[in-house]
């Protein structure tokens, strides 16, 4: 790890801002990719997530070093809040990935156990499928069952009810949790 005083920082900054000076990048990268590198881990828990915090963040300061004003602050802080903006998008980002898999999670499940479309215990799987969605509390089923059999619209759903959309995908995502765990230990199905 490259150890670099708080007046370097500022100067190599400034010289990447004005002169686009590629080995000042150099080693502000060197210096600041593993401390970046070590907040990824411990807050995205995956050395991949980790490693595109590096590579987002470090990219936002060449491409906005423009912007630093050494009047104003230290480098070290400069640089970390665009690390932690970068891992809130990170954080975001996959959230809404995975909020819009959610059903791909359960449906799989339920598919291994469809044989053929022309087979007759298919009737009898759909009719299960529709007595679990019966369990799950009222305002999951009632989004469960328009979204996934009536196949509704997140934004359609939540205006006829009256709720954010943020609220319609909550409730399907539990909704669909439950399902999932039902049809993971029902051995029968």
């Given at each position: 790890m490259n150890e670099i005083s708080i007046e370097q920082q500022k100067q190599l900054l400034v010289s990447v801002a004005k002169e686009r000076d590629k080995t000042a990048f150099a080693t502000i990268f060197s210096h600041f990719a593993p401390k970046i590198r070590s907040y990824g881990l411990k807050h995205l828990k995956q050395e991949a997530n980790a490693m595109e915090l590096v590579q987002e963040t470090m990219l936002t300061v060449w491409r906005k070093a423009h912007l630093f004003h050494p009047e104003k602050g230290a480098v070290s802080t400069w640089v970390y809040t665009i690390m932690r903006n970068q891992c809130?998008?990170?954080?975001?980002?996959?959230?809404?990935?995975?909020?819009?898999?959610?059903?791909?999670d359960i449906w799989p499940i339920f598919e291994q156990k469809l044989v053929t479309d022309d087979d007759p215990s298919n009737k009898q799987l759909g009719d299960e499928l529709i007595t679990l969605i019966s369990t799950l509390p009222e305002a999951q089923q009632t989004?469960?069952?328009?979204?996934?059999?009536?196949?509704?619209?997140?934004?359609?759903?939540?205006?006829?009810?009256?709720?954010?959309?943020g609220t319609v995908k909550s409730r399907l995502r539990l909704g669909l949790q439950k399902l999932r765990l039902q049809l993971e230990k029902d051995d029968d199905y």
């Open positions: 809130f998008d990170i954080l975001r980002k996959r959230q809404a990935t995975k909020e819009d898999n959610y059903s791909d989004v469960v069952k328009e979204i996934y059999l009536n196949q509704r619209s997140h934004q359609d759903l939540a205006d006829q009810l009256g709720l954010p959309v």
